[in-house]
Nanobody, 115 residues
Framework: QVQLVESGGGLVQPGGSLRLSCAAS????????MAWYRQAPGKQRDLVAQ???????HYADSVKGRFTISRDNAKSTMYLQMDSLKPEGTAVYYC?????????WGQGTQVTVSA
């Protein structure tokens, strides 16, 4: 089992920045990829960015050049640096992790981009 806890959400003005964190615990050595998803009110949950154990990254087109995903294996923590935030970035952001048998989710953290 893996437990994921997100933090770092909040209210930010358009053009501002936030850094989300996802702390993993439990059987973390089985994880081969981690990701951030987001879900806006009334919409489906969409992939924002993904990072593998090898360090390969993938971004949704809507956040390329503005968001950066990273991980600190020593701290068992994944990050999402979000710059130049837009109002359409308002959503609950979820941490996700995959091991060979299961797909794990955190509880989510709210990000609101508004003037």
């Amino acid at each position: 089992q893996v437990q994921l806890v997100e933090s770092g959400g909040g209210l930010v003005q358009p053009g501002g920045s936030l850094r989300l964190s996802c702390a993993a615990s439990g059987n973390i050595f089985s994880i081969y990829a981690m990701a951030w998803y987001r879900q806006a009110p009334g919409k489906q949950r969409d992939l924002v960015a993904q990072i593998t154990n090898a360090g390969s990254t993938h971004y949704a087109d809507s956040v390329k050049g503005r968001f950066t995903i990273s991980r600190d294996n020593a701290k068992s923590t994944m990050y999402l640096q979000m710059d130049s935030l837009k109002p359409e970035g308002t959503a609950v952001y979820y941490c996700n992790a995959n091991d060979p048998t299961e797909n794990y989710w955190g509880q989510g953290t709210q990000v609101t981009v508004s003037a």
